[in-house]
């Protein structure tokens, strides 16, 4: 157990709807990013909060977005579904600063049909 | 898009046997960490090497890094039929100013009984 949850943990969206994933960090940690892991692949950097602001950002477009709140808990969400954005979607909490451990939670598993 | 890859991409043992997998990657690094990750779902933080290290062990774990061939590798001692999981490398590169882990394709573990 790494102290990190995710909620839902399945869900089925519609194209062209959104969604909202949320993610509790661990404790102490001040730091959360998100990543997508599209079936068969290593996970996919999306960005990263620390202190409610995005601080780094992988190659998504902007219909992903994200929200960090004063007690670290995160969100992460999803414009206009795409088929592809079908995925499991993992939460990861760090301590500050570049050199650190990340600790995943047990992910979303988005299906957009 | 990866950064590494991992090495071999399936890997079949028995139990007691040991399993050895390799990550090779493109960029130069703080860290490299790797994880286990069960039928799809959340990552399980192993061991963190930083740059500075040649190796580390923990339990059943030993991790080597050679920075100059830009690789490191698990090994996994007197398996168990629990170790049966898919295993990621990810690395943390230089100069980024956030962590951004980059991972690999996976290297999917079968131990039998």
């Known amino acids: 157990e790494t102290g990190v949850t995710q909620s839902p943990t399945h869900l089925i969206k519609t194209r062209g709807q959104q969604v909202t994933l949320r993610c509790s960090s661990q404790?102490?940690?001040?730091?959360v990013s998100w990543y997508q892991q599209a079936l068969g692949q290593g996970p996919q950097f999306i960005f990263q909060?620390?202190?409610?602001?995005?601080?780094g950002r992988g190659n998504f477009p902007p219909r992903f977005s994200g929200l960090q709140f004063p007690n670290y808990s995160s969100e992460l969400n999803v414009n206009a579904l795409e088929l592809d954005d079908s995925a499991l979607y993992l939460c990861?909490?760090?301590?500050?600063?570049?050199?650190?451990?990340?600790?995943f939670g047990q992910g979303t598993r988005l299906t957009v049909v | 898009s990866q950064q590494g890859e991992e090495d071999p991409q399936a890997l079949s043992i028995q139990e007691g046997e040991n399993a050895t997998m390799n990550c090779s990657y493109k960029?130069?690094?703080?860290?490299l960490q790797w994880y286990r990750q069960n039928s799809g779902r959340g990552l399980v933080h192993l061991i963190l090497?930083?740059?500075?290290?040649r190796e580390k062990h923990s339990g059943r774990l030993r991790v080597t890094l050679d920075t100059s061939k830009k690789s490191s590798s698990l090994l996994i001692t007197a398996s168990r039929a629990a170790d049966t999981a898919s295993y990621f490398c990810?690395?943390?590169?230089?100069?980024?100013?956030?962590?951004?882990?980059?991972f690999g394709t996976g290297t999917r573990l079968l131990v039998s009984p």
């Open positions: 404790s102490g940690h001040n730091t």
């Open positions: 990861a909490s760090s301590p500050v600063g570049t050199d650190t451990e990340a600790f």
């Open positions: 960029t130069s690094i703080n860290n």
């Open positions: 090497i930083r740059s500075n290290e």
């Open positions: 909060y620390y202190r409610e602001e995005e601080n």
């Open positions: 990810a690395t943390d590169g230089v100069n980024t100013g956030f962590q951004k882990l980059v």
